[in-house]
């Protein structure tokens, strides 16, 4: 389990470990702040794409291979941009680091070859918890080495990451898709089954839209913070963090009473609380409580109810066809970014008025909600599967 959390976490610092960053990455490249941007928009796309080729590979090859292949990659793209000497070079080796997103798709199906759906999402709540921990000190570590050593200094902590990670794998980490497909044209023989499959894509559509409601916050928070209420910087990265504590609940929630109460049950309540809370919030505000701590509080409900659903989803979308685990992983993954940037895309153009922080709650507990509906429905089709 140790390494399993260890490969999701360096997953998610990939991302966000080297963001204070951008600006002297500009300044350091003589390129422009948008096109440094790049390095996040462009990594998003890849490792999409990435997820979706990766999922099917695990099925086929096994999940071991797949996740050391992405491990290879990342080290050497960090050590490619650790010497790049112009953007473009910078550009492609930061879009190659995407290989590391093996390690957070195919953990997952790793939990779920080893264990039944129930039992499969208290541990992925329990990695959830320990890797949530990323999102919050990701940030202020990369900050902390660029203030010390420059920004090349994240990409040498990348590097030496991803070759200890690599070794670890290497020594620890078993092969656990025991029925791999014989052939390409045996696994996707297979596939409109998956396709066809209406609990599939109910699963997918709650994980899309419940981690919608997180991009929608990311995408809209520094501006009303900032722009509306006039936080400084640094108050605003305290409250964009509420969410990940409310998230680190939830997680500790699930892996202590999913086996109890029961997968779908608890993703229900999770989304009861990310749609719910926003609205409450969106209403205190309406009634005249403006104030900061009232949208980052509706934050915190978001990460909770996360917490509480994630876990079993994931299990769930792995669960319609146990043999194409890593496929079902890898397309809910891709399809999961994809939806997130497109959120937190719409969100930020239309916050930006006197309205901003109610129209930012409602947009959470919209997105919250569809996620909800599809929980419903998935209620709905397992209470028929015995009558079938």
Not at 167 to 174: C, F, H, T
Not at 346 to 372: H, Q, R, W, Y
Request: overall charge positive.
């Amino acid at each position: 389990m140790t390494t399993l959390v260890l490969l999701t976490g360096l997953a998610v610092l990939s991302l966000n470990m080297f963001l204070p960053s951008l600006r002297q990455i500009a300044v350091g490249l003589e390129a422009d702040y948008a096109l440094v941007s790049l390095s996040i928009g462009g990594y998003l796309a890849v490792s999409s794409v990435l997820q979706i080729i990766m999922g099917p590979l695990s099925d086929l090859w096994g999940r071991r291979p797949v996740i050391l292949i992405g491990l290879v990659m990342f080290t050497l793209a960090s050590i490619g941009c650790l010497f790049a000497d112009n953007i473009w070079v910078f550009l492609a080796f930061r879009v190659a680091q995407g290989g590391i997103v093996s390690g957070m798709v195919l953990s997952r199906a790793i939990v779920r070859d080893l264990h039944e759906p129930d039992e499969a999402a208290r541990q992925l709540g329990i990695m959830g918890m320990a890797m949530a921990l990323a999102p919050l000190l990701g940030p202020m570590i990369g900050g902390l080495l660029d203030q010390m050593f420059g920004w090349r200094a994240n990409f040498v902590a990348y590097a030496v990451m991803g070759a200890v990670m690599l070794v670890i794998a290497w020594r620890d980490l078993g092969e656990t898709n025991t029925q791999p497909s014989a052939t390409f044209t045996a696994q996707f023989k297979t596939y409109p089954t998956l396709m066809r499959d209406r609990a599939f894509w109910a699963w997918t559509i709650c994980l899309v839209f419940s981690i919608g409601g997180f991009y929608a916050f990311m995408g809209g928070a520094p501006l009303v913070g900032e722009g509306i209420y006039g936080l400084t910087p640094a108050l605003v990265g305290v409250g964009m963090g509420s969410i990940s504590s409310g998230f680190m609940l939830g997680n500790y929630l699930t892996g202590r009473y999913a086996g109890r109460i029961g997968r779908t049950r608890i993703v229900i309540i999770g989304r009861w609380f990310a749609t719910l809370g926003p609205l409450a919030g969106a209403l205190l505000l309406g009634l005249g409580l403006n104030h900061p701590v009232v949208l980052f509080g509706g934050a915190i409900f978001v990460g909770l109810g996360n917490g509480l659903t994630l876990p079993g989803a994931n299990a769930g979308v792995m669960s319609v066809n146990p043999k194409l685990a890593g496929s079902a992983s890898g397309l809910s993954g891709a399809l999961t970014v994809a939806g997130g940037a497109v959120f937190a895309s719409v969100t930020a153009a239309i916050v930006g008025g006197a309205l901003g922080p109610i129209v930012l709650l409602i947009a959470m507990a919209l997105t919250s909600g569809v996620g909800l509906l599809a929980a419903l429905y998935l209620q709905r089709l397992e209470a028929q599967m015995p009558r079938a």
